[in-house]
């Protein structure tokens, strides 16, 4: 009884360290300061989000026009106010922490998350304990919700209690660590918060994959800081389930220099597979190191970045290796490799070619940005690998900032510029040489 004890304490102080991380905190209010973002604004109406879904209407467009199988990338910080992110993303992670507090004193603290699983009858007693809900109303739920019926509940189960459509059906309340006092889960949120703008944010996403299906373009959700990641996956597995029911309409996108990027992504394919749809996803290092280290740093909670660039190699490798496995097995899975890495490259052919994955499946394809590593993107094309150019499209001031975070981002590549320098030059000589300057 009393390693589990500790397990506990140890597990709601590390959850104490983790919310943190979703508070608003006024210095990094507006993502100018210290970071280069293009839409990371604080918007102060809704109106401004319906223009930018609208641009993105045109990007939808503009890419079907270009390709008959192309992609478009959206930001959810540009359809819905980052404020409510934050505060959504908080909500999230409160209602997981609570999970994981119950999972240590039932002796599983630690626990990969796909292998916690509470018994029905130890969660109702602790939920009553605990004085959330009474023994009979929490079978209520799990009956309500089809759960529980194996005799045990992971935090996939427990999620899918949390409807983010609407606002839940009953006032959850959990314990408050401090003051020991139950608190209202959703005491942030006002009616116009929850009726509204989470509303509002899906009937957005709504409209973009709707037009995406109807133009044969795949829309891919853009990654962004950690603490408003929690809600923006949470909104795009919504929209995941309600547009990947034949095929990949709809791509998440998974930051692997995070800490969390494996646990997060796995679970996701669970949830897919249990639920019958298919799986997009893009896989990137990520592109917010400084800021999320100054945040973290400054307010006092767990840098949620991997120690070093080798560990998040490792990280995408993980993450990469698994989808590839799923593709194999289920054939209901797609990934975009964006990623400048030679190595990356030469890690995915190298298991494509193992599993039996053939580019003409369609099921990987490879991304770079317009204008960096063609010594990648060619070669690939050539191959018969399906290979995208990320095109950033936009006034100067907007764009510049997007190219320096990929700068950022990969910093390797830019210490690699001598081998594409020294690429370019032998081109230049044997056009010279041989009399063919354009071709």
């Given amino acids: 009884l009393s390693s589990r004890t500790s397990a506990a304490e140890k597990e709601m102080g590390g959850a104490e360290q983790r919310e943190k991380q979703y508070r608003a905190h006024q210095g990094f209010g507006n993502h100018r300061g210290g970071v280069n973002s293009a839409h990371g604004y604080f918007y102060a109406d809704e109106a401004k989000c319906d223009q930018h879904m609208e641009t993105f209407l045109h990007c939808i467009d503009a890419s079907s026009g270009s390709s008959e199988d192309g992609f478009s990338a959206i930001k959810l910080t540009a359809l819905a106010r980052p404020q409510f992110l934050v505060r959504f993303s ?3 992670v409160k209602w997981r922490r609570l999970f994981h507090q119950m999972a240590a004193e039932q002796g599983q603290a630690g626990w990969a998350v796909l292998d916690t699983k ?6 109702q007693e602790a939920l009553a304990n605990l004085g959330i809900v009474s023994k009979a109303e929490s079978q209520q739920w799990f009956m309500g919700e089809n759960l529980g019926t194996s005799g045990t509940v992971d935090l996939l189960d427990w999620n899918s209690l949390f409807d983010s459509r609407t606002k839940l059906s009953r006032p959850l309340l959990i314990p408050n660590r401090k ?5 209202p889960l959703l005491s942030r949120f006002s009616e116009e918060e929850e009726e509204l703008q989470m509303k509002r944010v899906l009937q ?7 037009r995406a299906m109807e133009k044969g373009v795949r829309l891919m959700v853009d990654a962004e800081q950690s603490y408003f990641q929690p809600a923006i996956s949470r909104l795009t597995v919504e929209t995941q389930r309600r547009f990947n029911r034949s095929q990949p309409i709809i791509y998440n996108t998974y930051q692997c220099y995070l800490k969390e990027a494996y646990n997060n992504m796995t679970g996701d394919v669970e949830l897919s597979r249990r639920e019958g749809w298919h799986f ?5 290092r990520g592109a917010y190191m400084e800021q999320e280290r100054e945040r973290a740093a400054q307010m006092g909670y767990e840098d949620p970045i991997n120690p ?7 990280m995408y490798h993980r993450c990469l290796d698994y989808v590839l496995e799923e593709i194999k097995h289920s054939r209901k899975a797609s990934v975009m490799v964006a990623s400048h890495n030679e190595d990356t490259v030469k890690f995915t052919l190298h298991r494509m070619m193992e599993l039996g994955i053939h580019p003409s499946d369609k099921k990987v394809c490879f991304g770079q940005l317009l204008g960096m590593c063609d010594q990648i993107t060619f070669p690939l094309g050539q191959a018969g690998f399906p290979v995208y150019k990320y095109v950033p499209y936009g006034p100067v001031n907007e764009v510049l ?12 590549f830019m210490q690699r510029a001598n081998r594409e320098r020294d690429l370019l030059w ?10 063919n300057l354009f071709s």
């Fill in 90 to 92: 908080e909500v999230l």
């Fill in 118 to 123: 509470l018994e029905v009858e130890k969660l």
């Fill in 179 to 183: 003051t020991g006092q139950l608190e």
């Fill in 204 to 210: 957005r996403m709504d409209v973009l994959a709707k």
């Fill in 280 to 284: 997009g996803t893009k896989l990137v």
């Fill in 308 to 314: 070093n660039y080798e560990k998040t190699n490792e």
């Fill in 401 to 412: 900032p997007y190219l320096s975070r990929r700068a950022q981002e990969n910093r390797g």
């Fill in 426 to 435: 032998k081109e230049v000589k044997r056009r010279l040489l041989t009399g």
